[in-house]
């Protein structure tokens, strides 16, 4: 007859060695998956565009032009006259004056005039810097 001691002798030697065993998987098992996990976020982190997966890049947008804008200057005789533009009744200036218009190539009408004198209406280019020399009559 076996003796019942040995036989639990023996197997608790058996779980012993088993559960050694096991531990030692499931701990390498633990260290994998933590390898995969830390190496599938390094490769999910964004480093450089991949080719394979980028979108297509949107259609360039043309470049906005700024307003260009002229300067003239308008000067007349006497000096100090108002320069005022026809269009809304903006004064621009006293002369002599340097004015600045948004390039166009329609002429821009102003009209100078000082108390005294009879007011003159001109054309003014936009389309470059210029002079305006304008010389007033008296009334």
Wanted: hydrophobic content about 45%.
């Amino acid at each position: 007859m076996i003796h019942l001691a040995l036989i639990f002798k023996a197997s608790a030697g058996y779980l012993r060695k088993s559960w050694t065993v096991i531990s030692g998987i499931l701990a390498l098992a633990v260290i994998a998956g933590l390898a995969m996990a830390l190496h599938g976020q390094r490769r999910l982190a964004p480093s450089a565009p991949s080719l394979t997966n980028s979108q297509p890049a949107p259609p360039a947008q043309p470049p906005i032009e700024q307003p260009y804008y002229v300067l003239v200057w308008i000067e007349s005789k006497p000096p100090g006259a108002r320069i005022v533009l026809l269009s809304n009744g903006f004064v621009l200036g006293r002369t002599p004056e340097t004015v600045e218009f948004r390039q166009s190539k329609e002429p821009v009408p102003i009209r100078i005039e000082l108390q005294g004198y009879v007011s003159v209406t001109r054309d003014v280019s936009a389309v470059t810097d210029s002079t305006l020399t304008v010389v007033l009559k008296p009334r």
